[in-house]
T-cell receptor
Framework: ELKVEQNPLFLSMQEGKNYTIYCNYSTTSDRLYWYRQDPGKSLESLFV?????AVKQEGRLMASLDTKARLSTLHITAAVHDLSATYFCAVDGGTSGSRLTFGEGTQLTVNP | KAGVTQTPRYLIKTRGQQVTLSCSPISGHRSVSWYQQTPGQGLQFLFEYFSETQRNKGNFPGRFSGRQFSNSRSEMNVSTLELGDSALYLCASSLARGRYEQYFGPGTRLTVT
């Protein structure tokens, strides 16, 4: 059974600081996704990582994937308040279909 | 291009009743997946439909069922509702199966009393 673990689960940081969220998964997969969720809202797609060594950046967020280590990271650079949200990583363990297994989520609060 | 739409957005039902939720995927998308989100269990996969056939199913009891129509719209049904079925139900669509990004709808918030 595929397991996905994120850490930390709660992150409180100051504006302007850098931090990294980690996502570990238990079985082989080369499809990993990062989503953002604001309170009471749906999931917004941030990054799609489809190969070992993939790195994608959008604004202050950068995601990477190491399939050999079964690890993805979401790095936050110079955090701003607008980044406050819950971030989920999800791994697609389906051999040919779409079946996402989500991590527990990291609740990020960026304080002024 | 319109996003994924789900109806209704909010629903209150009583234990023992049944409920049907609807999902319209992005135009041209043929794969629809359903997820349940609760504070205790997090986000869990329910099922995936493609070409009107269920392709994957998560670990949920038979009370949870679904179907997909020829226009790729999908419905999920929950019979004999239990309090624990209270959740946000999210539908996601993708172009096809496999290595395609899934786009999520706004969700249906179901409350069972």
């Amino acid at each position: 059974e595929l397991k996905v673990e994120q850490n930390p689960l709660f992150l409180s940081m100051q504006e302007g600081k850098n931090y990294t969220i980690y996502c570990n998964y238990s079985t082989t997969s080369d499809r990993l996704y990062w989503y953002r969720q604001d309170p009471g809202k749906s999931l917004e797609s941030l990054f799609v990582l489809l190969s070992n060594g993939a790195v994608k950046q959008e604004g202050r967020l950068m995601a990477s994937l190491d399939t050999k280590a079964r690890l993805s990271t979401l790095h936050i650079t110079a955090a701003v308040h607008d980044l406050s949200a819950t971030y989920f990583c999800a791994v697609d363990g389906g051999t040919s279909g779409s079946r996402l297994t989500f991590g527990e989520g990291t609740q990020l609060t960026v304080n002024p | 291009k319109a996003g994924v739409t789900q109806t209704p957005r909010y629903l209150i039902k009583t234990r023992g009743q049944q409920v049907t939720l609807s999902c319209s995927p992005i135009s041209g998308h043929r794969s629809v997946s359903w997820y349940q989100q609760t504070p205790g269990q997090g986000l869990q996969f329910l099922f995936e439909y493609f070409s009107e056939t269920q392709r994957n199913k998560g670990n949920f009891p038979g009370r949870f069922s679904g179907r997909q129509f020829s226009n790729s719209r999908s419905e999920m049904n929950v019979s004999t509702l239990e309090l624990g079925d209270s959740a946000l139900y999210l539908c996601a669509s993708s172009l096809a199966r496999g290595r395609y990004e899934q786009y999520f709808g706004p969700g249906t918030r179901l409350t069972v009393t």
